[in-house]
Structures are given as C-alpha cells and as structure tokens.
C-alpha cells in the first residue's frame, strides 16, 4: 500500500520560492492566490490526498516552512 502524507505549510513564513511546488512528484502543491501579511504569495496544499509522505518539498524549502506527518493505513 502506498504511504500517505500530510503536510503542513505556514503561509506567514513562506516566502513564495516556489522550490516545493517543483519538487513535488504528485502536484500536491500550488501557488495561493491570497498573499500573506508580507505579501507574499504562499505555496498552499491544494490536493492534499495525493501526498506520498516523500520528504522532497521539506528538504528543498529554505526557510524551514513545511512539516509532514506520515499517516498510518488508519488514516491517523
Ligand atoms: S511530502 Fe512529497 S508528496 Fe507530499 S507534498 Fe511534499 S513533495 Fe509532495
Ligand atoms: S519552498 Fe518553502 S518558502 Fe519556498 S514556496 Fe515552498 S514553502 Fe514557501
């Protein structure tokens, strides 16, 4: 069974670099249209179930602004 994911973003630290949207092999990830308060506009989990628990997005983002959690076949 393939692992699944969950991944966290926080908009206010994303600066908008995008590297994790690229890195995603699933296009779990895309740009927000809303900015955040520094105006930037964030990466957003927009297909959020599609998400492997790969790492890649983690590794490449520089500013430390993404969490994944591995889910458990219970979905927990
Ligand atoms: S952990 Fe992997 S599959 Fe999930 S959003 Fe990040 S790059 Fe995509
Ligand atoms: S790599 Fe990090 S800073 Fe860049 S868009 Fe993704 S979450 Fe934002």
């Known amino acids: 069974m393939a692992r699944k994911g969950k991944v966290v973003i926080d908009r206010e630290l994303c600066k908008g670099c995008f590297l994790c ?5 699933v296009k779990v990830l ?14 957003k989990v927009a297909h959020a179930e599609k ?15 993404i969490e994944i959690y591995e889910l458990t076949e219970a979905g927990v």
């Open 21 to 25: 949207i690229r890195a995603c092999p």
């Open 30 to 43: 895309e740009q927000d249209p809303e900015p955040n308060s520094t105006g930037s506009y964030p990466s």
């Open 51 to 65: 998400c492997i628990a790969c790492g890649s997005c983690y590794e490449v983002c520089p500013d430390v602004c």
